[in-house]
């Protein structure tokens, strides 16, 4: 199956549809084999999908080296490569380096820098890691409150980023070492600030604007729309519980999903399903509906789930579910649910 491109932003560079989130690969929750991570990597590549995303965080340089090594075999024009700035890996004794998300980690630890110097530095020790020549798509990374903890932490980083790391980013894509600068985290406020300070390209929103949640609709999708940014959508199943469904255990936003959540899920999941469609399939295509999103990508982990993630992206949605979902008040009545591409 050919999958469609769109344009990011006003830039020249497009991106496929349905990307590869690149989290899986740095051991996210549970370890993989690199046969594993070169798996999911390749099978993702043969299926069509052209835009990758990792970042120094996901497993502390992990994922930028598996999929540095699978991309390398590639022709370099074939895909887009998105990684981000703001955190440096230094090396470290294994016995210091706490618990994380991700398992089995590389002995480094990171550390928060959004100056101009340290986002020069981060790009190039992330092309070392990648093993290639340029990135695509450069953003800030996790300026919002949940990664800095304090609304005062957050806006003491936005000022040095904005002061900083954001000339870097300027440089490198009126040089042409970059075609795209953004930001990407996991709360809308963030980019939206960001979207008013800067002049950016795109952003990739984690776990915002999806079947589970629109309130991105309030302010910074509309000025999306006005300034031409593109939006990568990360998370799409808000950490799993939309993949998985309200079962015991399901995720959301990295961890164990509340009950109200969990209730909210298995109305999705009922509404979707009197209409024959997979609840995980409606949580993919949705947020494309949307005209400033122009890329959904999931966290893939082997080449089953890549396979499946194909087939889900190509399911016939009808109409009628999306009518039904903002009739019964879970999608938000001002959600885009139609597009001249949409598979009905």
């Known amino acids: 199956m050919a999958i469609a491109s769109r344009r990011v932003g006003r830039t020249a560079l497009s991106v496929s549809e349905l990307g590869f989130g690149g989290a899986p690969l740095g051991n996210l929750y549970n370890a993989l084999t690199s046969e594993e991570a070169n798996e999911a990597v390749n099978a993702a590549y043969e299926a069509g999908m052209r835009l990758f995303d990792t970042a120094p965080l996901y497993g502390f340089g992990l994922s930028e080296r598996r999929m540095g090594l699978c991309l390398g075999a590639r022709p370099r024009d074939s ?5 981000k700035v703001g955190r440096l890996l230094a090396p470290a004794d294994p016995a210091e380096i706490e618990d994380t998300i991700f398992a089995n980690m590389p002995p480094f630890k990171p550390y928060f820098d959004y100056s101009y110097d340290g986002v020069m530095r981060s790009v190039e020790h992330s092309l070392h890691r990648l093993g290639l020549h340029r990135i695509d798509i450069l953003l800030i990374h996790d300026v919002d409150t949940v990664n800095q903890g304090s609304q005062e932490a957050t806006e003491q980083r936005f000022k040095e980023v904005m002061n900083g790391g954001y000339r870097a980013l300027e440089q490198l894509r009126s ?3 970059v075609a795209a600068i953004g930001a990407g985290m996991n709360e809308w406020e963030w980019c939206q600030r960001f979207a008013e300070a800067g002049d950016f390209d795109c952003f990739s929103l984690a776990g915002r604007y999806t079947l589970l949640e629109q309130e991105a609709l ?9 300034k031409s940014i593109g939006i990568v959508i990360a998370g799409p199943y808000n950490s799993g ?5 309200p079962v015991e255990g399901a995720y959301y936003n990295y961890a164990p999903a509340p009950p109200a ?11 979707c399903e009197s209409h024959g469609v997979p609840l995980a399939a409606a949580a993919l295509q949705f947020p494309l509906l949307h005209p400033n999103v122009v890329s959904v990508i999931p966290g893939l982990r082997n080449g089953r789930e890549a396979a499946s993630t194909l087939a889900l992206f190509d399911a016939k949605i009808p109409a009628d579910l999306w009518r039904e979902l903002k009739h019964e008040g879970l999608v938000r009545a001002d959600a885009p649910t139609t597009t001249a591409t949409a598979k009905e």
Request: charged share 20%; aromatic share 6%; net charge positive.
């Open 79 to 83: 895909f887009a490569l998105c990684t």
């Open 218 to 226: 309030e302010a910074f999708l509309p000025l999306c729309a006005k």
């Open 175 to 177: 040089e042409g070492a």
């Open 261 to 271: 959540i969990l209730d909210r899920v298995a109305r999705l999941k009922a509404i």
């Open 241 to 245: 519980v939309l993949a998985s469904g």
